[in-house]
């Protein structure tokens, strides 16, 4: 059995299971290959590139209606936020935007900010709020406020689902998007692993994330066509067994053990930045 589509929370989209982001080098192939199967959550973030651009203009071209176009958003002023928006729209070639992801809250956005989005949505611009953080304390502070929460959730970081995840309303609660599924590569790499452990595959990393029953959809980042398929192996194969699950608990405990997270998050944007790319750096965020 595989993953079928869900709705996201209280929003009443419908999703599919994994989602699309840019930040690792999602070019238009590779969206116009997501959306043929089924991918319909675009996050256009955490990097806004021309290239993922190019893909989301091109499959919005060809069925607008289906798409869940997210834009990253690290604006703090309402009028960066306003010139963001208004940019992105043109650069997408969309009328609205049916999320606006405001990123990187660790404390409670400031109200004027809150309002001002919620102006954007009043005039149509943008359909629903999201909000990203680590600091996993804010989440169930903002449960009202908020339609989306984007957070980080792997087999080696589940503070989530004491922190946020048993906070939520079993119905009418926000949706739930996961980041990070394999801990910027190293849930998948041997040499993080217990000794004699094979690593899990890629598709395992979001399998785990998805058989929560609180998170709706998993964010990925492929830098390549060959990534991206293994990635949405994942909707194939469908949720884990229990144990399935302990393994990945255990390979889990053993990597948050080892410590330095920073060492494999700079590995995975070194191997970014080695790679030529063009941030949406003209939309002044």
Known sequence: MGFERVTLGRTGLSVTRLGLAAS???DEAMVEAAVERGVNYLWWGAIRTRKMARGIKTVARRGREDLVIVLHALSRSPSAL???????????????LDVLLLAG???????????????????????????SSHRRSIFPELEKEI??????YNAAHRGAESEVFEHLPEEGGPG???????RWGSLIDP??????EPPPSPADCYRFVLSHPKVHLACSGPSSMKQLEQNLLCLELGPMSEEELERMRRIGRYVYARGAPWKAQLQAMMGVLSRPFRRESSLGD
């Open 191 to 196: 040499a993080w692993m217990p000794p004699g």
């Open 105 to 131: 809250h660790n404390r409670k956005p400031d109200p004027r900010l809150m309002e001002h989005a919620k102006s954007l949505q009043d005039r149509g611009l943008i359909g629903f709020l999201a909000l």
């Open 82 to 96: 306003s010139k963001l928006v208004e940019k992105s729209l043109d650069r997408l070639g969309v009328d609205y």
């Open 176 to 182: 739930v998007v996961a980041f990070t599924s394999n």
């Open 147 to 152: 339609d989306i929460f984007h957070l980080r």
């Open 24 to 26: 690792y080098g999602t």
